[in-house]
C-alpha cells in the first residue's frame, strides 16, 4: 500500500506519524475543557464530540466521542470498528466535498494536552520474547538453563496493575522497596537502586467472551482494538527478592506508561508478518491461522536532566516468540473472562544483537557493563531526572504509521512515613 493522500496538508509528508494511513484514536482537551475523542491526522486531530454533533458521524442512538474514553466504541464491535474507519477516510480524503465544513473540527496537536485514550479494565503483561528471556535467564541461571522448561510451549504472563498504568507525559515516582543484598544477613526497605524501562507494545483488548468460554486465536485476534507503546518500567532490585515463588509483585506495580494514540489493527494490517520459527509446534489451541505479528521498528532513549536524549536501542516487534492473539487465547484457555479495555502487554522486546535488548538490564548486562551516552555519562540503570522516550513506527512505501511517544521522566522516591 503507497500513502493516501489527505486535505488535511500535513498528513501528506513522509515523515509525519499520522498519515490518512493511520488514523489512530485518543483523547484531548484544550486549556482545560473536557476531554473528549479525537483522530489524530497530519500534525492536527480531528474533534470526534463536534463531527458527531454535527451528524457527520453517528454511531450509536447515544453519543460515542463526548466521552473521555474509547470503550463505548470498542463495545460497539469490528464491524462498526471498519464503519468508523472507512468513514473517516473518507471524509479527510483529497477531494472530499465537505472539507470546508470539516475544517472547523481541526484542533492543532501542539496546543492540546492529551489523555488515557481508554478506561482499562485489567492490564496484563507477558514475558515473550525470546532473546530477552535467554539474556535474563542467561545473567540468572547460566546459558545452559536460561529458558525455563515451559517457555517455548506457553506465553508466560502475570497479572498487573490497570490503577498504576498512565499515559505519556505523566512523572514516575521512582518506587520504594524491600531488598535483600546477596552478603545480608536481613533485608532493608528504601528506594529502588537498579530502576529499569521495558521496551514493549500493548495490545487494546476492544471484545470479550463470557466467564468460562474460551476463544481460538483467530477470535482473539478480532477481539483486538488496536495497539500502543507501553513501558512496564521496573525495580529490578525488588524484583530479585521478591519474585520467587510467585512473580513480580512490587517491582511491576508502581507504574507502567502508555502512548496517548490508539493505533488500529486495521492500519497495521498492510505490515502483518509471521512468528519466528519454533524449536517445538505448538499446542494446537495456539495454531495461528495466518501471520499474527506486525513489522514496527521500535527504539529508546534516555535523557539525563537538561540534556539531550541518546538512543539506546533500536528493535522490532517482529521479534516476538508469541502474538498478542496468542496471548490472548491462553489468558482465555482457562475460560477467564476478557473485556473491553483490557491492556495485553507483549512482554520486553529484544533482538539478537546488544544494540536491540529492550531493557537496561540487558544493555548493561545486569550493571556489569555500562553504557555511554552522548553527554560523556554512563548508566547501568536509570537516575532520578532521566527522561525515557519510546518511539514506533511501521514503514511503509512513502509513509509511516507512527505511535507518537511514549515518555517518562523519574522524580525520585518519597520519603516512606516514620
Known amino acids: 500500500m503507497t500513502l493516501l493522500r489527505s486535505w488535511v496538508d500535513s498528513a501528506n509528508s513522509a515523515k509525519t506519524p499520522f498519515p490518512l494511513n493511520n488514523l489512530p484514536y485518543g483523547v484531548f482537551s484544550i486549556d482545560g475543557d473536557d476531554p473528549r475523542c479525537g483522530v489524530a491526522i497530519g500534525d492536527m486531530i480531528l474533534d470526534m464530540a463536534a463531527l458527531e454533533q454535527a451528524e457527520l458521524v453517528q454511531l450509536d442512538e447515544e453519543p460515542s466521542f463526548d466521552l473521555p474514553f474509547w470503550n463505548d466504541v470498542m463495545e460497539l ?43 482499562i479494565s485489567e492490564f496484563t503483561d507477558f514475558y515473550s520474547s525470546k532473546h530477552h528471556a535467554q539474556n535474563v535467564g542467561t545473567m540468572f541461571r547460566g546459558p545452559e538453563n536460561a ?45 529502588c537502586q537498579r530502576l529499569d524501562l521495558e521496551l514493549e507494545i500493548g495490545a487494546i483488548v476492544g471484545g470479550s467472551n463470557p466467564l468460562g468460554q474460551p476463544i ?11 495497539y500502543v507503546l507501553l513501558n512496564d518500567w521496573s525495580a529490578r532490585d525488588i524484583q530479585a ?6 512473580g513480580p509483585f512490587q517491582a511491576k506495580a508502581f507504574a507502567t506508561t502508555i502512548s496517548p494514540w490508539i493505533v488500529t489493527q486495521a492500519a497495521l494490517e498492510p505490515f502483518r508478518t509471521s512468528t519466528p520459527d519454533r524449536e517445538n509446534d505448538l499446542l494446537p489451541y495456539l495454531a495461528e491461522p495466518k ?17 539531550s536524549a541518546t538512543t539506546i536501542t533500536r528493535t522490532n516487534y517482529n521479534q516476538m516468540y508469541y502474538s498478542a492473539a496468542q ?9 477467564c473472562a476478557m473485556q473491553a479495555g483490557d491492556l ?24 556489569k557493563e555500562p553504557i555511554t551516552l552522548d553527554t560523556g555519562e ?31 521522566t523519574i522524580v525520585p522516591a518519597p520519603k516512606f512515613p516514620a
Open 77 to 119: 464491535g469490528p464491524t462498526v470498528w471498519n464503519e468508523l474507519r472507512n468513514t473517516l477516510t473518507t471524509l479527510l480524503s483529497e477531494g472530499c466535498k465537505h472539507q470546508d465544513t470539516l475544517r472547523q473540527f481541526l484542533v492543532p496537536q501542539a496546543i492540546v494536552e492529551m489523555h488515557m485514550p481508554l478506561i
Open 147 to 191: 529458558l525455563p522448561p515451559n517457555w517455548l510451549h506457553i506465553p508466560i504472563g502475570y497479572n498487573g496493575r490497570a490503577s498504576s498504568v498512565v499515559v505519556s507525559g505523566t512523572k514516575i515516582t521512582r518506587p520504594n522497596g524491600q531488598t535483600k543484598a546477596a552478603d545480608a544477613d536481613m533485608p532493608s526497605f528504601g528506594p
Open 216 to 226: 481460538t486465536v483467530a477470535q482473539a485476534d478480532e477481539m483486538i482494538f488496536g
Open 241 to 246: 527478592w521478591e519474585y520467587q515463588p510467585l
Open 291 to 307: 501471520p499474527m505479528l506486525f513489522d514496527i521498528d521500535l527504539s529508546a532513549s534516555i535523557a539525563p536532566a537538561g540534556k
Open 327 to 335: 496471548q490472548l487465547t491462553h489468558h482465555a484457555s482457562s475460560g
Open 344 to 367: 495485553i502487554g507483549s512482554g520486553t522486546i529484544s533482538g539478537p544483537e546488544k544494540h536491540e535488548r529492550g531493557s537496561l538490564l540487558e544493555l548493561s548486562w545486569g550493571g
Open 378 to 408: 554512563t548508566r547501568t540503570f536509570i537516575e532520578d531526572g532521566d527522561t525515557l522516550t519510546l518511539h514506533g513506527a511501521a514503514q511503509g512505501e512513502g509513509y509511516q504509521i507512527g505511535f507518537g511517544t511514549c515518555i517518562g
